[in-house]
Each structure stands twice: as C-alpha cells, then as structure tokens.
C-alpha cells in the first residue's frame, strides 16, 4: 500500500498518507479502534490516482456504517429495557434468542429437582446440551444482580443437576444466569470460580448477551422508538418479540393488530426490516 | 390413683373425678394439652381426703405459672420484633446466646471464600465445632425467609467449607441459618435435604430458637414493655442484651446509663431478676 499516488482537489499528485487520513477520521469523532477498522476499509479500496475527494467520500460512507452500528447498538440498550416492568418479556426474548440458536424451548415451567421445585425461566435443549436458564430483568443499571443472587442461582442448578444427569445422560447440563443490564465484579468473581454460566450486557467477551443478539440481528421490536408501550405489549403478546418476526408480517396483519393505518404499518415494516437487515 | 376420697366444702366425702377437674381446667380457659398437664402435676400431689378447696387453690398454682411461660413465650416473640428495625441487634443477641452456649464468638466479620469473600454474622468456635451462621431479623411474619434465602446461605457455606475444613481440620464444620419469625416450608424442605441447619421460631421442634432461650433463660431486654427504643438502643449499645446482663448490673450504673431516677432503675433491675428468674 505504500506510496500509491492519489490526485488532489487541485490536481496535484500525491503520495497517499495512511497517517493523515487516520488523523482525520479520528478529528471526525471516531474513536482510535474504529477509525484503524475504516482505515483498513479504505485502503483497500483505494486505487492509483484516486482522487481525495472520492477517497473522503469512501470514509463518510464507512464513517455512517459504524455510526449506524453504533447507534443501533445504543437502541439495543433501550430496547432491552423497555421488555419491562415485569421479568416475563424479558425471559420470553431470551427464549426466542435461544429458539432462533437451535435450541427446542420452553418459557416458564416447573421442574422436581433432588430437593424442591423450581421455576425455570427458559429451558433449552438440543442433541447435545440441556440449558436451565435464569432471566434477571433489571430496569436499571444500578440494580445489577450481585452475588447473592448467583449464589442462589448455583444452588438452584445444583439442586437440578442430579435430576437433568439422571433424564438427560448423553447430554451435557449447564445452569446460565442473564441480564439485560451488568453484574456486579463480586458476582462474576463467583460465578467463574464455580463455573456457573452468565451473560449481561459485554459479558463475557466475544459472548455477551449483545453479540448473541448483534450476530444473528435478533433484535426486539422495543429498539423501535416510534412503537408505543400498548403497542409493544400487543406484539409481544402475539409472540412478535424479534424485530425479524415483525418485518416479516403481512402489512395488514400489522395494521390490524396495532389498530392503526395502512401507511403506517407499512412504515413500521419498512423501518424493521431496515433496523435488522432482515432481507 | 382411683377411688381417692376427698372432702367438700359441705364436708360431704366423696371420689376424686379427675374428669370434673379437668373439664373445670379447661373451662378455665386454658387448651386441652395444658390442661393434661396440670391435672397431671395436681393429681400427683393429692392426698386421701384433701378438701376440695385446698385442690382448687393447687390448680389456680399451676394455673398461673403456665399463663406466667405463656405471657412470658407471648413477651419473647415479641421482645425478639423489637430487637430491630436493622438486622445488627439480632447478630448481636443471637452471637451473645451463643456465647452463652459456651462458644467463643465473633459477630460481623469478614471471612474468606473459595471463590469470593463473605460477611458472617455470628462465627461461633469451641473445641470441637465451628459453626457460621447467617442472621436474618424480620420485622413481621409474612416477610418469612424463602428457599432462595436458604439457597444463597447454602451456597456460601459451600464456599466456605473447604477454608474451614483447612483452617480447623479436627473440627466440625457447620452452617447455621437464623430467623426471628418463620421459614417458609420451602426453604425448610431445602435445608433438610441439603443438610443446612435453621431455626426459627418453632423449629426445629425441640432444638428452635425459643428452645435455646428458655432453657438457659437468655431473654433479651426487649421482652420488658417498660423499655422505650431509647433505652433499649443505649443498652445493646452497652452490649448489655440479655436480661441476665440486666439483672446482674449495679443500680447506679442502670439509672446513669439511662439517665432515669434510682427508683426507676431499682425497678428495672427488680422486673428483669423477676422475668429471667435470674436469682
């Protein structure tokens, strides 16, 4: 990449500066690590003689791209807020999360394990694994389940373990814990010694409960700040919680369960499949 | 004891019915198990011909000091509501029982985990047993202790066992948990198939909280209605907790730590020797 000429505004010919251009995304408000991503973009697709003008025009393009990524991000944070007041929409998402990975799935059951009952939040099996899963719903971050509910959560799987080992032998049982919002240090701290599985929000690395949704673009329709909480609360009692389910519903279905006009069901649909890149 | 004759007040002879006193005992008021008692206790000393009246005043004996342990359990239960509104009074008296049981105590320390640290309540050592045990004061009896309560407690006592286990390895190790009212029936099918140890009020039968109190008479100075909060603030200040503590403190000191009259503080000192049969 070094020394490819790339031809001014004013027609002089230069040699391209990653340095500058670097200097210059980063005067834009990108932070160091996004703007070495666009960089790299970029210089890819530069080409000799390139003019700056088109070369800056590549940067906005991918300045927008992350832009969006990260304002999509931010409405993910809201979004997991508004599955509120209760716990119960929250467990529900997390099901279809775990639905939309694979898994065969129930939401709210009961289950004998070797001391007393328990109620299990989502229950998830495939071939392979069994998952008991306990959903923390927090409508603030301030609230962050700390270490005595992980302890009383290990107990839990603990107390089901003997009975999952004893229905389920060619299957490997394990108990998560997740959040919409963070836990606390102390919690995480238990957690890992006695390898209870958890998720919050960028927890763990690489496997958080973001990446979870961002990888499969299974966002809930909460990200929709034109939605309403009566409308909110109608779809998810139809079983449309993934903004996928929702771009691909019938315009009039749309219109019919939300009472509301044609053309704005149709916007509705447009901004879903917008939002979650769903076609 | 059949065909004992006893005097009426007419001087008529006649058979002692224990069925007409016992009949009589309950119309008294009293329910049908103290009843048994007391007949018991007043057949045991009637002679042949004693007056009916001098049985009567027997059973009026009993009578009283059955309602006296009534009045007093009635005066416990709710001496140990007022050892609130925080939790810390409870830790303090429950540690001082314990000290009372012959342990060494310590009361609100910080003790290293496997896997994180924990605040324990009450750390009670003798020579063959140390025991943690977690507090947990309620306020009313709705607000019961649950199973998740019990799970958490079990989790950090599980976290707990093997630093004890190294740290006293000729000694049992056990974890205690406390509560002031009840446990829900969940959380105690919990600690008996996991081997948590609890007490409550009531429970475990023979062996509860009440239990431990009465037998050594480790009444705290909140049964004594007399006391305001004030006061009962500055004595557990004072580490003075139990109505032993009471009992045994110099009149002069009683009337200048709660700042009351020499006749108010003689009457203290007189109510508490009279509560916790101290002399």
Redesign the interface.
């Known amino acids: 990449m070094n020394n490819i000429k790339i031809k001014k505004a004013s027609g002089v010919i230069e040699d391209f500066s990653s340095r500058k251009l670097l200097d210059s995304l980063i005067r834009s408000g990108t932070d160091r690590d996004q703007a070495g991503e666009i960089l790299e973009k970029i210089t890819s697709e530069i080409s000799p003689y390139m003019s700056t003008k088109r070369i800056y025009r590549l940067a906005q393009k991918y300045l927008r791209q992350f832009n969006r990524a990260t304002g999509l991000r931010y409405s993910l944070k809201r979004g997991l807020m508004r599955l509120g007041p209760s716990g119960y929409p929250f467990e529900k998402y997390f099901g279809e999360i775990m639905r939309q990975y694979g898994y065969h799935v129930d939401v709210g059951i009961i289950l004998e394990g070797?001391?007393?009952?328990h109620e299990i939040d989502v229950f998830a099996a495939n071939d392979r694994e069994v998952v008991s899963v306990e959903c923390k719903y927090r409508n603030n971050a301030e609230n962050a389940p700390d270490?005595?509910?992980a302890?009383?959560v290990?107990?839990?799987f603990q107390?089901l373990r003997p009975v999952m080992k004893a229905r389920y032998p060619d299957r490997t049982f394990t108990g998560w814990l997740v959040t919409n919002t963070r836990f606390t240090s102390?919690a995480i701290?238990?957690a890992e010694?006695?390898g209870l599985r958890m998720k919050s929000w960028r927890y763990p690395d690489g496997n958080s409960l973001e990446k979870m949704i961002e990888s499969k673009k299974l966002y809930p329709v909460t990200v929709l700040s034109t939605l309403n909480s009566y409308q909110i609360r109608k779809l998810i009692d139809h079983r449309i919680i993934l903004m996928k389910q929702l771009a691909q519903m019938d315009e009039r279905d749309i219109r019919r369960l939300l009472s509301i006009t044609g053309n704005k069901a149709a916007e509705l649909k447009h901004q879903a499949n917008e939002l979650c890149f769903c076609e």
């Open positions: 070797k001391c007393v009952k270490v005595k509910v302890m009383y290990h107990s839990r107390d102390d701290q238990y010694c006695m």
